[in-house]
């Protein structure tokens, strides 16, 4: 491996490393549970306390802005949706780790796409590499290389979605649910 492969590697598994922990981050915080039988803090003429009809168990109160999830059987606070790619809701207290986790997944697949074409670039253009060529196993990873190309791609456009929604989100302060 050359110096600047090294360098490349670092840079792309420094996103991976911190895309697997805001993954994790994001998977086991509690995304804004109301407790099981609480009850509103204050009483006020202006304000309708209502309850959640669908949480087992106590009587719970439900607040302005909180859902209920069918996935995870409780009420959410600022609940946005049940993300299965976290297997956790996103609501107020994880949602910050859900937009690093989709912020890094988008900087990992855009230099994943990037280191990809310039593999594509030297194979093209370098005597050396096409040499290479004729190794065993080189032309499986040549495959394999355009197999990441397009799921880079691909992945780039998904979480560029996502993200521009929930920057929509944030300025609107708006979860996706409301
Ligand atoms: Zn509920
Ligand atoms: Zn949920």
């Not at 600022?78 to 996103?90: A, F, G, L, S, T």
């Not at 780790?97 to 900087?107: K, N, S």
């Amino acid at each position: 491996m050359t110096g600047r492969g090294v360098i490349h590697a670092i840079i792309y598994n420094t996103f991976c490393f911190l895309a697997v922990a805001s993954h994790l981050r994001g998977a086991v915080a509690d995304p804004g549970r109301i407790p099981e039988g609480m009850e509103a803090p204050f009483q006020s003429e202006f304000m309708e306390i209502k309850s959640c009809q669908k949480c087992t168990g106590k009587e719970t109160w439900k607040p302005i802005r909180a859902h209920h999830c069918k996935e995870c059987g409780f009420c959410v606070f600022k609940m946005d949706h049940h993300c299965p790619w976290i297997n956790n809701c996103v609501g107020q207290r994880n949602y910050k780790y859900f937009c690093q986790f989709v912020v890094y997944i988008l900087c990992s697949s855009i230099y994943l796409s990037f280191l990809m074409f310039l593999s594509f670039y030297c194979l093209l253009t370098s005597e050396r590499t096409k040499q290479h060529m004729n190794r065993s196993g080189y032309p499986i990873a040549f495959i394999m290389c355009i197999v990441a190309f397009v799921e880079g791609i691909l992945f780039t456009f998904f979480t560029y979605e996502i993200l521009t929604e929930q920057f929509e989100s944030v300025d609107e302060n708006q979860s996706y649910i409301d």
